[in-house]
């Protein structure tokens, strides 16, 4: 009805009036209800539809987060799972030990390890070597000889360290030995690598000795770098040689040595450390003066 006749101005201003005037009519009357109504069933798939690319964009970053935190959780649960497994490895040594030493006073102080997680980088290749490369070097307190340890067992020792990284020879190399005792009853050898992953053999084993197949071989702490008490292999096959002085006895590492991705490095407590802690705890010689 605008196309021809008043001038701009007096439209706007009789469609202010007549919006004003629609207005007070649904604010006392509610005359208007059923129409916003109807209006709202048609609007509503329109609002719907422009509503869609804001609910999606908020549900991929709900789902992405979701997903960094389940991601962040799982690796700090299997973390703190590969320490408690390390620090449960010693008891069935230590409730051997109990039985064998139940009749006997006093206890020593176990002031326990502290450990360091590394992951394993490379792997080597070579035919009858046992070695790995983990993530942890000098500058993470690595030193020479240091013992590593995976969830399970025992799998080698620290030979080579470089700042950012080292090498960890392992337990089944033709070049590593390490003192070992049965825990069923405190029988000491020595666990010889043999260049196979998965065979240690015990050395100088008399034909008398009380040895038996699944017995567990755990640390024995004579060489002062491993600590005592840590699995290290289970006993598989024991021969009788008649052209052997000793018997012929072949054990399996409990260790994981070919699957594991992460092991622990260990730090054992010196004896200057233990005898200063006794120090610290002892009480005073006499009284203040």
Known sequence: MFARGP???????????????????????????????????????????????IELIRATQVQFASTDTLRTENASLHRENLLLKARIQQFDALEAENA???DLLGSSLDLGERVVIAEIMAVELAPYRQQVMVNKGTKSGVFIGQPVLDANAVM?????????SSIVLLITDADHALPVEVNRNG???????????????????????DIKVDDLLVTSGMDG??????????????????DNPFTTVIAEPT???????????????????????LAADAPPAGGAE
Do not use: C
């Open 156 to 164: 080698g020792q620290v030979i080579r360290a470089t700042p950012f």
């Open 225 to 242: 770098r491993f600590p005592a008490g840590y699995p290290v292999a289970r006993v598989k096959t024991v021969r009788q040689d008649p």
């Open 7 to 53: 001038s701009p101005t007096f439209r706007v201003i009789l469609a202010a009036l007549v919006a004003l005037g629609l207005i007070l009519a649904d604010h006392r009357q509610q005359d208007l209800e059923m129409v916003r109504s109807a209006l709202s069933v048609v609007t509503y798939p329109l609002q719907l539809a422009a509503d869609q690319p």
């Open 100 to 102: 064998r030493l139940r």
């Open 187 to 209: 029988l000491r050898t020595i666990a010889a690598g043999t260049g196979l992953s998965q065979e240690l053999e015990l050395l100088y084993i008399p034909k008398n000795a």
């Open 255 to 277: 260790a994981r040595l070919d699957r594991s991705r992460e092991v622990l490095l260990v730090w054992n407590l010196s004896e200057t450390s233990r005898q200063q802690a």
